[in-house]
C-alpha cells in the first residue's frame, strides 16, 4: 500500500525485455537506504518488487499485463520516474490509499498556469469515469492528487509549486501518457452493492436508505 507522495525522481538506465515482459534497471538515490530485494516500490504509480540492488539503482521486473495497463511500456532510457516505498504500519497517511494497481492510462491534454498552480486536463477511459468526484482522490503517475473538476473528456487538477518540482508532472508535455489509478473505495463500494442494485432494477425498487439499513449498509 502506498499514499501516492512521491518521495524522489529516479531514471530509468536501462531495460530488457524478453518474453512479453520486461526488466527494469533504475537509479535512485536515498530511497534505496533501508530497501532490500522483495520489497515493493511505486514506480510512476506501478508496484514493483525489487528482484537486485546495486550502488545506486536496483531491478524490478515488469509482466505482459503491466505493460498493457501502464505506460512503463513505453519508457526510454533516461526518463524521470516518480518513486515511493510502500506505506510502513504506522506510518503517516499524507495523501490517500493507493495499491499501485493501475486501472488505466490517460492523456494530458490541456495545460495552463493559474496563480501559483498549474491547472492540468487529462482525458481519460470513459469505463473509468464514474469513480471520479469533484474533490475526490486519483493517482496520476503515482501522484495523490485531488480532483479539482469533472471534464467532458475526463477530470482536470490543480498541481502547486512543490507537486510540480518534485515529480515527473510538472514536465509533463501535451500528449503525454500518464498512469491513472481511481479511488480503492469506490471500486469496492461499487463491486460491494452491484448484486443489490441489480435486484433492486429488476424489482423496480430504488435505492433508499430504507434499504441500505435493511441490507446492513447502515
Known amino acids: 500500500m502506498f499514499t501516492g507522495l512521491v518521495e524522489e525522481i529516479g531514471r530509468l538506465r536501462a531495460r530488457d525485455s524478453s518474453r512479453g515482459g520486461a526488466r527494469l534497471v533504475i537509479s535512485a538515490g536515498e530511497l534505496l ?16 518488487t525489487v528482484t537486485e540492488l546495486s550502488a545506486g539503482s536496483f531491478s524490478a521486473v515488469v509482466m505482459p499485463e503491466t505493460l498493457r495497463k501502464s505506460n512503463l511500456g513505453a519508457l526510454s532510457p533516461g526518463e524521470g520516474l516518480n518513486l515511493e516505498r510502500a506505506l510502513p504500519l504506522g506510518g503517516r497517511l499524507g495523501g490517500h490509499l493507493v495499491s499501485g494497481h493501475i486501472d488505466g492510462t490517460g492523456t494530458l491534454i490541456r495545460r495552463y498556469p493559474e496563480g501559483n498552480a498549474v491547472i492540468m486536463h487529462f482525458r481519460m477511459p470513459a469505463e473509468l469515469e464514474r469513480y471520479l468526484i469533484p474533490k475526490g482522490s486519483i493517482a496520476v503517475d503515482g501522484v495523490s492528487l485531488t480532483v479539482a ?21 510538472g514536465t509533463l508535455k501535451i500528449g503525454s501518457t500518464v498512469n491513472l489509478e481511481v479511488d480503492l473505495i469506490g ?10 442494485l441489480e435486484r433492486s432494477r429488476e424489482s423496480g425498487q430504488t435505492l ?5 439499513e435493511e441490507n446492513g449498509f447502515i
Open 33 to 48: 537506504q533501508g530497501s532490500a530485494v522483495g520489497d515493493s516500490i511505486a514506480v510512476n504509480g506501478v508496484c514493483l
Open 187 to 196: 471500486k469496492y463500494v461499487e463491486r460491494l452493492l452491484g448484486p443489490h
Open 149 to 169: 473538476a469533472l471534464t467532458p473528456e475526463g477530470f482536470s487538477v490543480s498541481l502547486i509549486p512543490h507537486s510540480a518540482a518534485k515529480t515527473t508532472l
Open 208 to 212: 433508499t436508505a430504507a434499504f441500505l
